[in-house]
């Protein structure tokens, strides 16, 4: 641990240029329920003080035959709608995107190319937050610094909406 | 214009023997829902004077008595108004981004009351009712006036403040934290102001609702500090029921009478 944070710091004051990657793996339960509806997914990285630093994925109901109703219920990602969903221009590049099927879906960003790329170093809380039609809601954090790499996957389990969500920092060679 | 000759009334018990009827009774205008997203919604209120909140079970409020304000100012049309014996409806629709406020328009009614034939009088109305009928000329008339208002507000998108505008007339709210954006847990600030300034020393009354079965009215009262404002942490999520009054006088049309203010607002604390 030592040496990974110390790597990280030397990166950062050599080369802040180096590429990091950051791994993100959602779990979606699969439900024994009657009525079952794909949940609307939020995952954003916040600042200790709650601001919002990166938005990485919205996933709701897409607009169909010119309907945009699923955004009805973004609200009810509450969170995350009070903390920036509310202020933002839908749908976003990169960002939005279809509920998905349970199972683990597995995002991948790259400084180079995301919005992380302007992520000052510091600490940060990855949230990610779901609500289901006729279900329920479930939110949970991660807290991590960056960009200092993980030496293994920062974990949290969910315990009705959400399954195992990881975290994984890497630095590229 | 004939001035009013009435008899100045301090603050009596025979006053609020009669503007303590109506408020002994919760007014209250419910939205079905206080924070949307897309881009337009329809909501629905309920508006009614209860003692539980929000369960309908003593009036109505007359749905032509009610404003909906849209973020840019402009007025709302209220569509589907039903008026039942204990409570009212009517929806709205939305279609601008941003904080819209529904409220009782105007609110100022006078209270008289004498005797004649050795009977006790009461009446209550307009101004201009009073002076139509002659109330003002009856023997020993005292008069008194009232101005309540009531208000909620629901918001699509972000959350603006436009519609906070003050009129600087009788008891209002100017909102610190805005009333879309009160969490249970976390503190909310509201300023009040009288006539336009800071209303200092005002008690307000904060009842979450859903209190029919509950056995404590868990009311949190505050007062109002040098700034008119008031600070409180809701504890639980849902609906809440704000009041406050104050008495003091006026002068209407040369003729000093006491004066009973009010300001209700409801609004919902989101759990975290």
């Given at each position: 641990m030592r040496a990974t944070i110390t790597l990280a710091g030397m990166a950062l004051l050599s080369s802040p240029a180096i590429a990091e990657t950051l791994d993100i793996e959602i779990g979606i339960p699969r439900l024994d329920v009657a009525e079952y509806h794909r949940p609307y997914v939020a995952a954003w990285i916040a600042r200790p003080d709650n601001s919002v630093a990166a938005n990485l994925v919205v996933w709701y109901q897409q607009e169909r035959r010119g309907e945009d109703e699923g955004e009805t219920w973004l609200k009810d990602l509450r969170q995350w709608w009070r903390r920036t969903g509310r202020?933002?221009?839908?749908p976003i590049d990169g960002?939005?995107?279809?509920?998905?099927?349970?199972?683990?879906?597995?995002?991948?960003l790259d400084t180079e190319t995301s919005g992380l790329k302007d992520l000052e170093p510091g600490d940060y809380v990855l949230n990610i937050e779901t609500v289901r039609e006729v279900g329920g809601r479930e939110m949970v954090q991660i807290p991590f610094s960056w960009?200092?790499?993980?030496?293994?996957?920062?974990?949290?389990?969910?315990?009705t909406e959400l399954g195992d969500i990881?975290?994984?920092i890497t630095q590229d060679e | 214009m004939k001035h009013l000759a009435v008899k100045f009334l301090a603050a009596s018990?025979?006053?609020?023997a009669i503007a303590g009827t109506a408020s002994a009774h919760r007014a209250w205008i419910l939205p079905s829902?206080?924070?949307f997203s897309g881009d337009e919604q329809w909501v629905t209120v309920d508006a009614a004077i209860s003692n539980d909140l929000f369960f309908p079970n003593h009036h109505a409020i007359d749905p032509a008595s009610i404003l909906v304000t849209a973020p840019d100012g402009s007025a709302v049309e209220i569509q589907n108004a039903m008026r039942g014996e204990i409570r009212s409806m009517f929806d709205f629709k939305m279609d601008q981004q941003g904080t819209y406020r529904i409220s009782t328009a105007g609110g100022v009614s006078y209270f008289a009351n004498w005797t004649e034939n050795g009977e006790r009088k009461r009446w209550r109305g307009s101004l201009e009712q009073l002076q139509a009928d002659g109330i003002d000329q009856k023997p020993d008339v005292e008069i008194s006036q009232a101005q309540r208002s009531n208000e909620s507000f629901v918001t699509l998108g972000a959350p603006t403040t436009d519609v906070f505008a003050t009129t600087g007339s009788g008891l209002e709210l100017n909102p610190v934290t805005h009333p879309n954006d009160i969490f249970a847990g976390e503190a909310a600030s509201f300023k009040l102001l009288l006539d336009g300034a800071p209303a200092q020393g005002v008690e307000v009354t904060i009842v979450p609702g859903n209190d029919r079965y509950r056995d404590d009215p868990a009311e949190t009262k505050v007062t109002t500090d040098t700034e008119g404002l008031i600070t409180f942490t809701p504890d639980r999520a849902g609906p809440y029921w704000l009041t406050a009054s104050?008495?003091?006088?006026?002068?209407?049309d040369g003729a000093p009478m006491s004066q009973r203010l009010s300001y209700t607002m409801t609004f919902e604390a989101l759990p975290f």
């Open positions: 202020q933002l221009d839908l960002v939005s995107g279809a509920t998905r099927a349970p199972g683990t879906h597995t995002i991948s960009p200092a790499a993980t030496d293994t996957p920062l974990s949290v389990s969910g315990e990881t975290l994984n | 018990t025979a006053l609020f829902t206080f924070t104050s008495e003091g006088t006026i002068d209407v």
